[in-house]
């Protein structure tokens, strides 16, 4: 048996509410939540399990061959949105999975499929979610090749590379590093934008385990982006209410703070439900290949990132906050100057009269 899951992640910039959506859904559109099956039901906790929506198999002929996909679509309520396309062969061997994992990964013809679908899910969508928008252009890639055997008898770093090459040790080690084993029958290799699983059974949990580490991760890279955007606004908007009269621009600046304080509360919120996404409580393994997963993607780094962007607009909070104090300040002494000034000058005038 060999199986090839091609995923692609996009996200609409906002939470989603999944039962009302899933309420909406089901009146036209099958619908169901994400399960976990092999493990006991607290080993792996869903705060707000995923929509899932199954299509119609889809037939797609690159170049000379055919190949039939089932294609399903999962929503997470934080707002993003994974498609799916699942080649399965269950009579495939290794040397096939490598053959068919190398035909698509030097193909292009399911960029435009994906994209066509990602249209079609938010015209379905954008009539029940306001606001709904995505960005075509920024999207995640993840492929996940499984077989049943541990037996392999190619080069797995050709596979997961996508490439046929001869790699050098340094590249060879990176790739391999990062590999797992529960028995001595199955294997997980993590690489950073695929995965080779190996297992007599379909490893259905932990290939879903590996998409949720890459949703959390799209979506530090999107927020990211949000924050870098935002930061971007702030400094032109420091820069121009600068060039203000003074009453001005403590406008502005009030202004300026009200937007940075809603910003760093409503971005602080969402991540914090992104990295809560899925708890892993007492399955060992699996949660030594969700973290392994996270780490090979560089989740820690995209963290930091964000981590990083919070705390500049933060520090620019503060460094508003205490020029307006200062200017407020100010303005106070020169209305005590003025107050006191008003009295000598009256006291003067009653004595010259």
Known sequence: MISIRIYRIYDIGREINLDLLENKLSQTIPTSRTSFIRVKP???ILENKPLIIKYDPLKVEIDDRIFEFLVSARIYDVGAISI?????NPDGNYSQLEDTGLYLASNDHLSDIFSGYISYISETLGKLIADFKY??????????YVTDTTEISGDPVILLMGEKAEFSTQMRDEVTKNTQSYTKDDLAILSWDSALLCSPENPLDMIDLIEFANVQVHELRY?????????????????????????????????????????SAEISEVIEKVHNLIKITEDVYYARVYETTLKVIRSGQW??????????????????????????????EWVVIILIAMELILALWDYLL
Do not use: G, W
């Not at 870098?228 to 703070?257: C, T």
């Not at 981590?307 to 300040?329: A, F, G």
């Open 135 to 144: 960005d075509p252009e920024f999207f995640e890639d993840y492929t996940i």
């Open 303 to 332: 963290t930091e990132s964000v981590t990083r962007k919070i705390d500049m607009i933060q520090d620019n909070y503060s460094m508003l906050s205490d020029e307006v104090r200062i200017q407020h300040s100010n303005f106070l």
């Open 42 to 44: 607290k080993s792996i």
């Open 223 to 263: 927020y990211d982006r949000e924050l870098a955007r935002q930061m971007e606004k702030m400094y032109d908007d420091i820069n121009l209410a600068d060039r203000l009269p003074n009453f001005l621009r403590m406008r502005k600046y009030h202004s300026i703070m009200v937007q940075l304080m809603e910003i």
């Open 84 to 88: 799916c396309f699942i080649y399965e």
